[in-house]
Structures are given as C-alpha cells and as structure tokens.
C-alpha cells in the first residue's frame, strides 16, 4: 500500500497550491478519502474528506469556502486545491485513506506547504 502526496511548497499569503495524492496497493474507489495537516508544536486536526461511495465532502470550518477536495477514482488519485492560503494553513498536509468498513486506515508521507511572505 502506498500513499504519495506531491505539490506542497511555498506561497504568499492570498496564494493557491494543488496538492495531489496517488494512491495504490488497495482499493482506492472503495474507500473514504481524507486530508489531514499537522502544524509544528501541535496535534494533527482534520481538514477535510471525501466519500467513497457518493462523492460527498466535508471540510473544517477553518478551511472551508477556500479548499476542495476532489478524487479521481479512474486515476486513483485524491486532489486538494488550497485557494486564499493564510499563513496559519502552514503544516505538513497527509493524505490519509480509510475503510468505510473499518480497521484499513493508510497513510501517505506528508507534503511541507508554507504561505509566508
């Protein structure tokens, strides 16, 4: 199984970034999709996921409005465009996958996204 975020980097404040994660090893159309940060000195805190069966999505109210989260079952790949970055969205972004049926709960690596000017 294997979780590979990539797009993380550096922004202004006001900026965007796309983060995407490839997903394979499982059955990524089966399975919720989550974004979850951790920011230095602090606990990881969920930002948002996306439903395996109907597509829907829920997002923290600190992110939403600004960030969308999408997957591509075809592609096995989850994406999150971060629009109107503040720099308090600075943290480590994972992607993490989760079986509806409980138990499988996979993580990727993590991707640094800093907004700094």
């Known amino acids: 199984v294997q979780l590979v975020e990539s797009g993380g980097g550096m922004v202004q404040p006001g900026g965007s970034l796309r983060l995407s994660c490839a997903a394979s090893?499982?059955?990524?159309?089966?399975?919720?999709m989550y974004w979850v940060r951790q920011a230095p000195g602090k606990e990881r805190e969920f930002v948002a996921w996306?439903?395996?069966?109907?597509?829907?999505?829920t997002y923290a109210d600190s992110v939403k409005g600004r960030f969308t989260i999408s997957r591509d079952n075809a592609k096995n790949t989850v994406y999150f465009q971060m629009n109107s970055l503040k720099p308090e969205d600075t943290a480590v972004y994972y992607c993490?996958?989760?079986?509806?049926?409980?138990?499988?709960?996979?993580w990727g690596q993590g991707t640094q996204v800093t907004v700094s000017s």
């Open positions: 993490n996958a989760r079986s509806p049926l409980g138990g499988a709960n996979y």
């Open positions: 090893g499982f059955t990524f159309s089966s399975y919720h």
């Open positions: 996306i439903n395996w069966d109907n597509g829907s999505t």
